[in-house]
């Protein structure tokens, strides 16, 4: 997302719409955009500084650490905010700084039963061992009466 500063009045400018996944470069097995970034953002000059804040959504497909199957989940960042000083050219690139804060609130350790709306389908233990359980037996602490301390 470009912002061209001479488009932005002194009393700020308010930013709203989608853009294209800015993390599509590392999207691979385990996250993959799943549709494009929303955004709501202000915008203003103040004493030679551009600032920003708002929030941001990425809906993201995510592989679950638990069952491995794969769900959508949507990356919030409910307080992006930026302030950069201005010194350079006419455009900003707000896509780098936004790109940061969606991989710095991407799940380290996703699970789909997260926020309540599904239920974990874990495999069943029994199953994978061919049916074979172990008995459940009383601790065994006869060697240690025998210890002569």
């Not at 002194?10 to 494009?36: K, R, S, Y």
């Not at 350079?88 to 350790?109: C, M």
């Not at 172990?134 to 060697?143: I, L, M």
Request: aromatic content about 4%; proline content about 8%.
């Amino acid at each position: 997302m470009k912002v061209h500063l001479r488009q932005i009045p002194a009393e700020g400018l308010h930013l709203e719409g989608e853009e294209d996944c800015p993390i599509g470069d590392v999207a691979g097995q385990e996250v993959m955009c799943a549709g494009p970034l929303r955004y709501s953002l202000d915008v203003g000059i103040s004493e030679d500084a551009l600032w920003a804040n708002g929030t941001l959504t990425q809906p993201v497909e995510l592989q679950c650490v638990s069952c491995l199957e794969a769900f959508v989940h949507d990356i919030e960042v409910p307080g992006f905010a930026l302030h950069m000083e201005l010194a350079g050219p006419e455009v900003v690139d707000f896509a780098p700084l936004i790109r940061e804060d969606i991989l710095l609130n991407l799940p380290a350790y996703p699970h789909c039963d997260r926020h309540g709306g599904r239920v974990c389908p874990t495999p069943d233990l029994q199953q994978l061992g061919g049916g074979a359980t172990e008995e459940v037996r009383k601790p065994d602490w006869s060697a240690l009466d025998k210890l002569d301390l």
